[in-house]
């Protein structure tokens, strides 16, 4: 059955680093859009990037230039890396595996069939 399992996340102080980890398997993973994305307290999950099996990747304008994804066909591994990290960049991180190879431009989750079960990122200030 589809897996996907994220790691990585934690607490840090605000321009500090993170990089988040997703483990996918039970399914094609080089075949798959993935995309992250974010719930914060109170708020909606939002997308905060993605990648389809072609490498061609996302972001949200509010993460753009700060943040990184990356996948490793190989290890079946999604990556995210976050820099310059701010207090409203705190929530609760999902991978997520996308229906088809290539992304919604626009991070609408139902295009999104499978989720992991999240990490937290608790940015201080």
């Known amino acids: 059955q589809v897996q996907l399992v994220e790691s990585g996340g934690g607490s840090v102080q605000a321009g500090g680093s993170l990089r988040l980890t997703c483990a996918a398997s039970?399914?094609?993973?080089?075949?798959?859009?993935m995309g992250w994305f974010r719930q914060a307290p109170g708020k909606e999950r939002e997308g905060v990037a993605n990648i389809d099996s072609g490498g061609r990747t996302r972001y949200a304008e509010s993460v753009k230039g700060r943040f990184t994804i990356s996948r490793d066909n190989a290890m079946n591994a999604l990556n995210l890396r976050m820099n310059s990290l701010k207090p409203e960049d705190t929530g609760i991180y999902y991978c997520?595996?996308?229906?088809?190879?290539?992304?919604?431009?626009?991070?609408?989750?139902?295009?999104?069939?499978?989720w992991g079960q999240g990490t937290q990122v608790t940015i201080s200030s």
């Open positions: 039970g399914f094609t993973y080089d075949r798959s859009c």
């Open positions: 997520a595996r996308g229906a088809w190879p290539s992304c919604s431009g626009d991070f609408n989750s139902r295009s999104y069939n499978y």
